[in-house]
């Protein structure tokens, strides 16, 4: 795995790591509702959309067909025997992991990831809040 990453054409310095109880990924999961026509994601716990059922741009909102039970403990399974073990190689190899209590208020775990950026580059973590957009190109 670490040689994979020296390989690739990006540097690495940090990995993040949102650390959350499989009951609560389990509750924001199924609660995630998906625009097909815009792509904006919803959550009816979190972040619910202004009317519920239908996204802001007026299409219905709908749910990922492997949003079940069955498939996110599926997943976590997944995530816990393939990604964990890597995250420990990363780990060994001197990679810096911040890890993130994801447990909490979607606000709180967002102020602790801005202050672990702040702390790590300043300078980026201040030129992709100025975006105010998502990874997805969309407001949050």
Known sequence: VVEQIKNQSFRLD???VLR???EVVLGRLLAREICARCGQIWNSQTRPSP???VCSCGNRLMRRTDDTPEAIRLRLELYRDRTEPGLDILRQA???LVEIDANQDMAVVRQ???RAMQQIAPDI???ILDTGRTHRGRKP
């Open 14 to 16: 940090t990995v993040f």
């Open 20 to 22: 959350a109880a499989p």
């Open 94 to 96: 001197g990679l810096p």
């Open 112 to 114: 602790q990831i801005d």
């Open 51 to 53: 009317v519920p059922g």
């Open 125 to 127: 973590k201040n030129a």
